[in-house]
């Protein structure tokens, strides 16, 4: 594995002593081609990360509703029958545990939504050997997961995923203050999921002290999401690799790429600012904990 090595700018050379940046782009680069959230291996990254070796995560909602969130046409009577199931069963179970079916992860289908496969992804062995590389050695690492498509337009929320009550939230606290949200608390627009990045950091970093959050960019209403979600699966499940040609194709593709990346002057801009302050929290928070210890305050 090849990585590029460029010199300091500006930016690099105002950072606190004793903190350093390493960017991660594109780490999974055909959805990048493909415009699609899953890789090449049809799994959701941001559901991989769990222990392969252990029993996987259950969703027994998403079980019984599998078939009716992907039926095999996205228009008809067949169609508009399988979305009347969903709301029926929505309607009983409620909105908490219609959201947690539908996208908090699963692992027995590999077609469906948010599938966290069945084995460790390419993006997610590299990502593994990215931290090995750089950042198993450090004492302390803070990552930033940058996400679009839940919360209100141009909105960046930081989601945290540490478990409350732990050093790591309340640094989280102190650093990005009243913003944070925790969706172990239900104060977020996301839920607790399965086989976060988050969990992939902290388990290719034991002994690093970590802070993670998720920086997630509110784009359109999120029923929106599902549909454009769903026809992209739908479109790949019956066209495979000939989905831009295929009827429709090019049409659903630009749909998902609006959804997550609204090519606005506005909403960029929001984008850029708040990614600026989180950014700039993130070393702040960095750079005071490495005072602290050169002083001998902390561990």
Sequence with gaps: MQFARVGRSAAARRLPAGVAVLLVHAINPYGFAWLRRVTEEGVDLNRNYVDFDRPLPENRGYDELAADFLPEEIEGPAFEAAMARIEAWRAT???????????????????????????????????????????????????????????????????????????????????YGDSLTEPRRGTSTSQARS?????????????????????????????RGTVVFREDHWLHRKYGDGAFEAPRGRAIKAAIRKHFYPDTQDWKEMVLWRAFQVIRQTVEGLGSSQAQRREGIGP
């Design 93 to 175: 179970h409620g909105d908490a545990a219609y959201f947690a079916a539908y996208s908090a992860g699963q692992y027995r289908h590999p077609l469906g939504f948010f599938y966290g496969g069945a084995a460790p992804t390419w993006s997610r062995r590299t990502t593994e050997s990215i931290c090995a590389r750089f950042l198993a050695d450090r004492r302390q690492v803070a990552g930033i997961d940058f996400h679009t498509g839940l919360g209100p337009h141009g909105y960046g929320e930081p989601i945290c995923h540490h478990e409350p009550d732990t050093p790591a939230l309340a640094r989280a606290r102190a650093w």
């Design 195 to 223: 086989g976060l990045t988050h969990f992939g950091y902290a388990r290719a970093l034991p002994g690093v002290e970590l802070n993670f959050v998720t920086l997630e960019y509110g784009t359109y209403a999120r029923e």
